[in-house]
């Protein structure tokens, strides 16, 4: 009997690695076309004040400027957002929020001569003082930064009976930590060309072409129909080019359409950092209460947000911190406040992880604690709270499977600890653990709905077409494998399409980890469709019934014959000449959470992502350097689909989380960001890779293909917490603030006490 060859959980290399190791991939910036022009902003300098006067004369002035646009000049309402009501204008008109603040735009015959132009804008701006922080913003005599005031989103989790719990606690924790804000740094800057027409093609680095779509076609004063989105090959986003890409877009749409020429916005690396959304800064407080045994039975926490100058995506990350912030735990009693502050710093919104990472290192850093305190092993207090299937967690919501939280502590446990781990005069060495739970899909955040549309060509060969992004991630190869898989063939003949809004379904923002989950089952829907088609024409061809027939490894088998056997090629030219249908477009809707929304209890997410991680570091207390002897990722993701796809995500995602917790820091001074560049802002680069061993549980997921659920962003939380807590462990200094770094550690290390 011939077995068939699965292709899900294969290691297979992403579909467009070949283009993009060999440099054939198109990217926004690699775009000509005859005629075009470059286009660069003129920003505020100042983090708050009212425009008085701009003055454009001298920047027309210059040699190769073509025209220079401000807020007048916009068709439509001047305004872009992710939720409304919208509260960000392309160009400010009157009101400066931050020093990042696009006032106008210069348009020249180089990117150069743009640049200048820029500079030769005279704004007159009558400056504020500003408020640049989130206590000063909540003072009861703050001026308002918004109409609305200066609070952006403020929302309660309740369970259980908190106080009543504490009083019976044996042992509390209580602390206060702090997170900075982070920066995407992605390789490729922002860019967008806009090229004018009957209809717009703006091709875009972005993470949402239909949210790009719907922004520029209101500010144009267009249908949406009259515009076309191409997202180009993306260098990255993380959450970065959602905001900035549809304020960009908007402007190269705009000055297209004056001057009938193409137009191309590509940012500089300071204008990437100045003028683009950033991870919040949080502040939060946990106190924490349990008994004896390590039970945890009540746990209050207090988040504050810094989210700038504008709400973006505050209001999701500002849910996302009160689901999480309990942690991955069966806690009886619990409380969350969670609120986003604006402040005239640049506006803060998506970013891998959504508010995840700060409560997390808040979290397990107090676990430790907790632990300490209670003489207990670090994994065991972990293991005797940690979710199983059936306990109901923060929201309430109860999984009966897919909770492999303990599984994945057991794969850390029964790990070794690298050999040679020795204290001396100078070195000191650390282990830390951390646990993680991240929602999967948009939840709390919205209603989750994906397209995708598959087809089956007379040669049997596939072409997939969704809306959600490929940004790096290794989405496209899912879809493959998933497609190929449920049609039986190879994933080589499987293509997916680059998402073309006007050849592909919206299919929602990328973001929530909900590619795989969500998407990927919108792709297993379609194929199954089609699958229908081949089976059936299969079955006539065979003269049997269609459950007798099975497609794999290229063929159309009889299950109850080997030898018969029809190529899938054939099929699909008989169904095509039949009538039967190869082409499906099929939707995957994730059920709608259901919450009460006073108290947040209810049904929040389709699926959570559990991990555990551990982390052995050797600190040099003279120079305060930290080396990564060992990192231990272990996640449960349901099912997995590509192994080498995940490995990279985790490792990713790993060193993200890395970098947020020992080096990143924007600075800032006056509310202007200093450090706007790779030679002031420390980024991980490939000399900090951590030795990361991916370990996967595969608990399957009801809601996801083939039972595969998201990995891509809880590995920065948990990186980030148990980077925190090796470090500590090392020290004997309990860090409160990220990053730590360097000289955060000889500090500590000179005072002898707590951060």
Known sequence: MVSSVSVIGKRIRKVDGREMVTGEAKFSGDYIFPGMVYGTVKRAGVPAGRIKSIDVTPANAVPGVVDVLVAADIPGPNLIGILPPLDQPVLASDEIRYAGESVALVVAESAEAARRGAQAVAVEIEAYEPILTVDAA???????????????????????????????????????????????????????????????????????????????AANLGVPASSVKVIQANTGGSFGGKDDVATEIGALACIAAQRL???????????????????????????????????????????????????????????????????????????????????????????????????????????????????????????????????????????????????????????????????????HVHGTGYAAVAQGISNGAEGIDVTGASVQMSQDGSVLVGIGLTELGQGSRTVYALIAAEVLGVDVDSVSVRSVDTDAVHDSGPTVASRSTTVGGMAVHKAASEVKKSLVSMAALMMKTEGENIELRDGFAVLRTDESARIPIASVATAAYWTGFPLMNLAFSKAPEANFDDETHQGDVYIAYNYGTHRMDVRVDTLTGEVTVLNHLAAHDVGRVINPLGLEGQVEGASLMGFGLAHMERIQYVDGIIQNANFADYAVPSIKDRLPTATITVEDPNPTGPFGAKGAGEPPVAATAAVFANAVADAVGVRFTRLPITREDILDALKRGNHD
Do not use: W
């Open 260 to 426: 009938n020429r193409p137009v191309m916005i590509a940012h500089e690396r300071k204008e990437s950092i100045v003028g683009s959304n950033l991870r919040h800064a949080a502040r939060i407080h946990i106190k924490t209460g349990a008994l004896k045994d390590g039970r945890i039975i009540a746990r209050e926490v207090r988040v504050l947000l810094d989210g700038g100058a504008y709400a973006s995506e505050s209001p999701f990350v500002t849910m996302k911190t009160l689901i999480h912030a309990a942690g991955p735990y069966n806690i009886e009693n619990v409380s969350v406040e969670s609120t986003s502050i604006y402040t005239n710093k640049t506006y803060c919104g998506a970013f891998r992880g959504f508010g995840v990472p700060q409560v997390t290192f808040a979290s397990e850093s107090q676990i430790d604690e907790l632990a300490e305190k209670l003489g207990l092993d670090p994994l065991e207090i972990r293991r005797i709270n940690g979710l199983r299937a059936g306990d109901p967690n923060a929201t309430g919501q109860i999984y009966e499977q897919s909770v492999g939280l303990l599984e994945t502590i057991e794969e850390i446990a029964k790990r070794p600890e690298p050999a040679g781990r020795k204290d001396d005069d100078r």
């Open 138 to 216: 909540l003072a009861p005599d703050a001026r308002k930064i918004h109409e609305t005031g200066n609070v952006t989103f403020s929302k309660k989790l309740r369970k259980g009976e908190v106080e009543s719990a504490f009083e019976r606690a044996d042992i509390l924790v209580e602390g206060d930590y702090e997170t900075s804000f982070q920066e995407h740094a992605y390789l490729e800057p922002e860019t967008v060309c806009a090229v004018p027409g009957r209809r717009f093609t703006l091709y875009a680095s972005c993470q949402s072409p239909f949210h790009i779509r719907g922004h520029v």
